[in-house]
């Protein structure tokens, strides 16, 4: 190994095969795992990102390269990390796919990160120092103390958003989701003083909170949040900022009033389908203690305190057929949902649902690692419950076709308006209807063939 200063390249590859979401500034996020990896790097290394979200990777010098992964994009990380490994420079992968998949990733790169990195990374470093580096390191659940502020200054300058983290973990089981098991399904909460220091470093006047829930489901969490708004309210942070949230946040109006006053413009809420059946063969739980009837007033609180609702849903549940997804398009249209998220569903490792899909020989495209770039929620991957893949991928089409529309943009962006009262909340929501917009519309949803056709 070279004397003198070192040089940690960490990369941060993006997919080749769909780039809609990376079509608009608005919506590229920040690697805030490397920048996290990047601020428990020693000191005298010298550390760069190289980020595909603006500038396709080429080769640069480095000692050591770390990178992380999607499923979607865990195959470019593989031919980044096959140029590097040519040279005789060790590869180091970490991110969620690597972490279900190590012994796929172990083939393609040196070494593999299984969980939260800052569990390990100072061990990872010295064992490169000392030429002994292995081949797995299982990272344990670290402990929120551990978890520094990210290194926002070696995040691309285009980033219109700051990512800042205050909690992980999630305590709901659903099927499609593979947070609980990479990240626990207990929350751990990030000292509140420690996140508002980072909010204060960072020049963005946006952030977005990538928590899966910002308030999450007991007490505790509660309290987090709240004093994280207060905070920001005490310091005059004057950020704009979306996060994500469960629909249960409805429940607790003094804690929106808070978010509000505190800068939140938009809240993503998971709601998945409008209907009951849909909801169950997902295990969304808290979406069916709620009930469906909850929806419209749900919408109206958040509305009241000047916040946006960013509606996920999902096309391609168990016992959807083509005239579930018209309807679901129908309720998404009706309903008072400011911008909308449609995703095809999509087994990705580490789920029930991957696991269930795959001893059910459901999974359509298996030439793993090429086929891992359909995996990004916008292409049809697996054998669907109630129609053809073709069917379904058509119908999403047509959703697509119905829900991006600029007409229909446009009527969004009146009727946030009035129902925000806010300019500045119905601008967020125009803007963000454009980002989806530009998944939809780069590439006609495909699907994959296989004998069932
Ligand atoms: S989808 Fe949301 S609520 Fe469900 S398990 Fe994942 S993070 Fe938790």
Redesign the pocket.
């Given at each position: 190994m070279s004397q003198g200063t070192k040089r940690l390249l960490l990369i941060n590859p993006a997919n080749t095969y769909r780039k809609g979401y990376l079509l608009r500034r608005e919506s590229k996020q920040a690697p805030l795992g490397l920048g996290m990896v990047a601020a428990l790097t020693p000191p005298d290394w010298q550390v760069k990102i190289w980020d595909e979200n603006f500038r396709e990777f080429r080769f640069r010098e480095a000692d050591l390269v770390g990178i992380t992964a999607v499923t979607a994009s865990v195959n470019r990380a593989y031919e980044i990390a096959a140029v590097y490994r040519g040279k005789g420079i060790p590869v180091i992968l970490g991110g969620i796919h690597a972490s279900y998949l190590p012994d796929e990733a172990l083939q393609y790169v040196d070494s593999v990160v299984i969980g939260e990195a800052e569990g390990v990374w100072e061990q990872v470093i010295r064992d490169f120092e000392s030429d002994n580096l292995k081949p797995c390191y299982q990272a344990p659940l670290c402990e929120m103390k551990h978890v520094p502020a990210a290194r926002h200054d070696l995040f691309h300058p285009g980033y219109l958003f700051a990512s800042i983290q205050t909690s992980r973990g999630?305590?709901?089981?659903?099927d499609?989701?593979?947070?609980?098991a990479f990240n626990g399904n207990k929350y751990r909460l990030r000292d509140v003083e420690n996140v508002l220091d980072e909010i204060e470093s960072v020049p963005h006047p946006m952030l977005y909170f990538v928590d899966?829930?910002i308030i999450g489901y007991n007490k505790k969490a509660e309290e987090h949040a709240v004093a994280l708004f207060e905070g920001m309210i005490r310091r005059g942070l004057k950020k704009d900022w979306f996060a994500?949230a469960?629909l249960n946040i409805a429940e607790k109006p003094e804690i929106l009033k808070l978010a509000a006053r505190s800068g939140c413009r938009m809240l993503l809420i998971?709601i998945?389908a409008e209907n009951e059946t849909a909801l169950e063969s997902t295990?969304?739980?808290?979406n069916l203690r709620m009930g469906v009837d909850s929806y419209k007033a749900a919408y109206r609180t958040l509305h009241k305190q000047g916040i946006n609702v960013l509606g996920a849903f999902i096309y391609g549940m168990e016992s959807d057929t083509v005239e579930a997804i018209r309807n679901r398009t129908n309720y998404i249209l009706k309903s008072s949902v400011d911008v909308t998220q449609a995703s095809v569903m999509t087994p990705l490792p580490g789920t029930k649902l991957y696991r269930r899909m795959k001893d059910e020989g459901r999974i359509l495209c298996t030439d793993f690692p090429q086929d891992w770039q359909h995996f990004h929620f916008t292409d049809v991957v697996f054998q669907p419950g109630g129609m053809t893949p073709k069917e379904l991928a058509e119908a999403v089409d047509e959703a697509y076709g119905r829900i991006a529309s600029m007409g229909e943009i446009r009527r969004r962006f009146l009727r946030t308006w009035w129902n925000t009262k806010s300019l500045r909340s119905a601008v967020w929501a125009w803007n963000s209807n454009l980002n989806y917009r530009s998944i939809a519309k780069e590439k006609k949803v495909n699907y994959m063939y296989n004998d069932k056709q």
């Open positions: 999630c305590p709901m089981d659903c499609f989701c593979s947070v609980p899966d829930n994500q469960s998971g998945e295990n969304k739980k808290l």
